[in-house]
């Protein structure tokens, strides 16, 4: 399962309150002049439309934005007249979270109930693994037991992801080891992220 939010066709160019109003005023000659650049660059992203939001403001294009596509974005803004150069900030991309599970490991994988497995620990495990591998974590892992009484756990990833899911479904269904358990990862929904008392389990 994924967050709804933005595509990735829209770039966000966070820039000051004050800047924004003077930007918006233009914004169908700003339009135009953003798409020259673009086919002077011979890209294939055109701009459809501009809106302003409170983070600033935000380009909707044809296409995913290139890297080179952002730069060229970014500078027209910087360079518009009656902007502040050192109030606009770096355009990025929307991001969105991916939610994952990895069964088959044990809660004790040392068979010690005084060495559990703990989020810190998956962590370090993601990071030395080439399966991870340009994936990056929305936050830490949380390390849960399948049943009160079972030695088993499930530990639950959420990874930032593209809108297709393409890193979420490059990873579901492989299979790597966490210490001697040869563990699997499978999609998931998404999950509360809520910590469990160890002595009552809920």
């Known amino acids: 399962m994924m967050t709804k939010g933005l595509s990735r066709k829209h770039v966000i160019i966070p820039i000051s309150s004050k800047n924004n109003m003077k930007f918006m005023k233009n914004s169908s000659i700003h339009v135009a002049n953003i798409n020259r650049s673009l086919r002077n660059a011979n890209s294939e992203v055109l701009m459809d439309f501009i809106w302003s939001d409170p983070l600033g403001i935000t380009v909707v294009t044809t296409k995913v934005s290139l890297q080179l596509d952002l730069q060229i974005i970014e500078q027209y803004v910087k360079n518009a007249d009656n902007i502040n150069t050192l ?116």
Not at 100 to 117: A, V
Not at 134 to 151: E, Q, R
């Open 87 to 202: 109030q606009v900030e770096v355009s990025w991309l929307p991001q969105f979270k991916s939610y994952l599970k990895i069964i088959g490991i044990s809660y004790f994988p040392h068979g010690n109930s005084q060495d559990w497995l703990t989020s810190s620990n998956v962590e370090e495990i993601i990071k030395q693994n080439q399966i991870f591998n340009n994936i990056t974590l929305a936050s830490k892992p949380c390390v849960i037991k399948v049943l009160p009484k079972s030695y088993m756990s499930i530990i639950w990833i959420n990874i930032w992801d593209v809108q297709s899911r393409s890193r979420a479904k490059s990873l579901i269904n492989w299979c790597f080891n966490i210490r001697r358990y040869i563990t699997t990862i499978r999609g998931a929904n998404m999950n509360p992220g809520v910590s469990q008392c160890k002595n009552c389990w809920k």
